[in-house]
């Protein structure tokens, strides 16, 4: 079955402590996207990867890292959260970018105490 | 970063009433998307446009390509209780060639 899979799907952690959110994709789409989604704001592209080894900023990429050495693969990596990380996580993949189906993965909810 | 206007923030409606949502942006976009957000999944494409004028429908579904390629408008016809979630209306082919999401819409149906 075609899909975006994400782990973990809810995480609760503390301050300061490095964590990484997987996501993984089984159609061998070039375009990965993480977004974050918050209540009134819709959904926010934090990185975006066009292709292996070439990863861009979004609009909100402060205090978040991506790594693209796969293509099936695209971790997010917080490497000191903070509470305002709080959110819930969406990584996306497409055929290209720009495409207009992006697929969705099911997210992951991040609490920062 | 660009933004889309979604209205209303939320609905609270009957069964088998038609729903009205839209979205507007101070930028051109070359595409319209329309997406919908289960509770507790990812937003899934529910129509696409990519003609300044242009009507489509998907089922229950129609959606409609603003002629000044600014807005957007959604209509969902006599609503049903799976009708329930997030609408995201998104616009794609811009000055940045991303997508970018509105703020959504949630919809509510009572049975």
């Known amino acids: 079955e075609a899909q975006v899979t994400q782990n973990p799907r809810y995480l609760i952690t503390v301050t300061g402590k490095k964590l990484t959110v997987t996501c993984s994709q089984n159609?061998?789409?070039?375009?990965m996207s993480w977004y974050r989604q918050d209540p009134g704001l819709g959904l926010r592209q934090i990185y975006y990867?066009?292709?292996?080894?070439?990863?861009d900023k979004g609009d909100v990429p402060e205090g978040y890292k991506v790594s693209r050495k796969e293509k099936r693969n695209f971790p997010l990596i917080l490497e000191s959260p903070s509470p305002n990380q709080t959110s819930l996580y969406f990584c996306a993949s497409s055929p290209l970018a720009g495409s207009d189906t992006q697929y969705f993965g099911p997210g992951t909810r991040l609490t920062v105490l | 970063g660009q933004q889309l206007n979604q209205s209303p923030q939320s609905m609270f409606i009957q069964e088998g009433e038609d729903v009205s949502m839209n979205c507007t942006s101070s930028s051109i976009f070359n595409t319209w998307l329309w997406y919908k957000q289960d509770p507790g999944e990812g937003p899934v494409l529910l129509i696409a446009l990519y003609k300044a004028g242009e009507l489509t429908s998907n089922g229950r579904l129609t959606a409609q390509f603003g002629i000044t390629r600014k807005d957007s408008f959604l209509n969902i016809s006599a609503s049903i209780p799976s009708d329930v979630g997030i609408y995201f209306c998104v616009g794609g082919g811009g000055a940045t060639n991303k997508l970018i999401f509105g703020t959504g819409t949630l919809l509510a149906v009572q049975p």
């Open positions: 990867s066009m292709n292996v080894e070439v990863t």
């Open positions: 159609m061998n789409h070039e375009y």
